[in-house]
């Protein structure tokens, strides 16, 4: 009887075992925290997102140098709505647009939509950064507010929320318009001088009704004046501001084809 052959040697394993790539959510993920903490790290973006947002409200909210027309409600419940819709326009507009741009410029945006990440990973990590920054701020401005007397209606909470999500959404949108489009020293300028405007005129920190008669029938209906006039009707008066919602609603559908259509990545 032979002794059985012996059994064969098993293989080695590879050097290296190839890497792979991290899952999308994953990916997406770490993106969102690295724009985030790009915000959150850079002074300028800083002041524009979170500083002068709460300045705006003291001083508006505390003072009477601004006429605000309150129509019997207190002046801080006025001004709040308007100061969160300012706040969340800075962070989804002013600051998302400068940073994309730059990106764009440098070349960031071509080389990592070549990664796995992807050009749809890479827009769903700015989005998610964006809302994290724009809660940051409400939370910011809302314990500000609170603490100087705020007293926002609760059946407008929900209301004001869905506000709050189609502001950053028509934004943002806004936001990647300018910077897929225009050189970056352009919307450094463009983006900051539209947030200035925007914000004197445009009927989201004070009511469209301070505004002149045919310019506030026209204001109400532009993202800022929609985004306004819909979180005092919400925080004010605990009205659903269907209207207004639905205005937004379709300047984020308008402005996201723009961007879908015109957007260059380099």
């Known amino acids: 009887m032979t002794a059985p052959a012996p059994a064969p040697a098993a293989a080695p394993p590879p050097a290296h075992a190839p890497d792979r790539a991290a899952p999308t959510a994953r990916r997406v993920r770490a993106q969102a925290r690295f724009e985030t903490l790009a915000v959150l790290r850079n002074g ?10 709460v300045v705006a409200l003291i001083a508006l909210g505390r003072s009477s140098f601004v006429d605000v027309g309150t129509d019997g409600a207190a002046r801080i ?17 002013t600051s998302q647009a400068i940073a994309t741009a730059f990106d764009r410029r440098n070349g960031v945006l071509r080389l990592l939509a070549t990664t796995p990440l992807g050009r749809g990973g890479l827009l769903a990590g700015k989005a998610l950064a964006v809302l994290v920054v ?16 705020w007293r926002p209606a609760a059946a407008g909470l929900a209301p004001a929320a869905l506000a709050l999500l189609l502001g950053v959404a028509a934004f943002t949108a806004l936001a990647l318009l300018l910077a897929g489009t225009l050189r970056a020293e352009a919307v450094l300028a463009v983006a900051n001088l539209l947030l200035v405007v925007l914000a004197v005129v445009g009927g989201v920190v004070l009511p469209v009704a301070d505004l002149p008669g045919w310019w506030a029938t026209v204001a109400q209906w532009l993202p800022p004046g929609a985004l306004g006039e819909a979180l005092r009707g919400a925080l004010v008066d605990g009205a659903f501001p269907a209207a207004h919602l639905g205005a937004l609603a379709a300047w984020t559908l308008v402005l996201g084809a723009a961007v879908r259509r015109w957007f260059r990545w380099s």
Request: proline share 5%; hydrophobic share 65%; no cysteine.
């Open 134 to 149: 724009a809660a940051l701020q409400v939370v910011v401005v809302g314990a500000v507010a609170l603490a100087v007397g």
């Open 44 to 53: 300028e973006q800083l002041l524009v997102t979170l500083v002068i947002p």
């Open 77 to 93: 419940d006025v001004v709040t709505p308007g100061v969160l819709g300012l706040a969340v326009m800075a962070g989804s507009m």
